[in-house]
């Protein structure tokens, strides 16, 4: 049973396209993040939210708590962000719960 | 900016043998997570450390593992008896409560059971 489910699993852009990577969950939180894991592994969070929409620099997060519904968007993607993109929910209990990621491959 | 260090980036470890992970977080942080990632899997929820006490912890976190902040500044992950299927990355993370971009995780810790 997966608490948290991310779409799409991989996925090509060309340089400068707007990026959009969805997550669902299933269990009530008390706030979602969004993690950036590079390809020599390390993690970097990008955004903790509880509700409504955060924006830094290129990056939007934007969720919904009714739906339970988080959307990740990239504007004016650039290769270097190519990485994999991780929606994690924090649950009221305090247990984190892991999406498997998206691929993202921004091609020049 | 602000990091949270793991030591060692990789270890080596013998089947059977204990290991100590260790961790620095950020230092006016107040809470501590390990997490694990498998390779090819996702990331797992292992603990969470708050007021030198686990706050939580997922079911993975067995008797096998114990958690430790001896001298207020490091955080370990000691893993006794290690098995093969303990072989993954670890990542510690500590948390600022209540502020936004203050959850930061460290670079990680590759482990490999041998």
């Known amino acids: 049973k997966n608490e948290v489910e991310q779409s799409p699993q991989n996925l090509t852009a060309q340089e400068g396209e707007f990026i959009t990577i969805n997550c669902s969950y299933s269990?009530?939180?008390?706030?979602l993040h969004w993690l950036q894991q590079h390809p020599g592994g390390g993690i970097v969070s990008l955004f903790m939210l509880s509700s409504g929409k955060k924006k830094h620099g290129r990056l939007i997060a934007t969720i919904n708590i009714q739906e339970k519904h988080s959307s990740l968007h990239i504007t004016a993607s650039h290769p270097r962000d190519s990485a994999v993109y991780i929606c994690a929910v924090e649950g009221s209990s305090n247990q984190f719960y892991f999406g498997t990621g998206t691929s993202l491959t921004v091609i020049p | 900016e602000p990091e949270v260090t793991q030591t060692p980036s990789h270890q080596v470890t013998q089947m059977g043998q204990e290991v100590i992970l260790r961790c620095v977080p950020i230092s006016n942080h107040l809470y501590f997570y390990w997490y694990r990632q498998i390779l090819g899997q996702k990331v797992e929820f292992l603990v969470s450390?708050?007021?030198?006490?686990?706050?939580?912890k997922s079911e993975i976190f067995d008797d096998q593992f114990s958690v430790e902040r001896p001298d207020g500044s490091n955080f370990t992950l000691k893993i006794r008896s290690t098995k093969l299927e303990d072989s993954a990355m670890y990542f510690c993370?500590?948390?600022?409560?209540?502020?936004?971009?203050?959850?930061?995780f460290g670079s990680g810790t590759r482990l490999t059971v041998v």
């Open positions: 269990v009530g939180i008390s706030a």
């Open positions: 993370a500590s948390s600022e409560e209540g502020i936004s971009y203050g959850y930061t």
């Open positions: 450390f708050y007021n030198n006490e686990i706050s939580e």
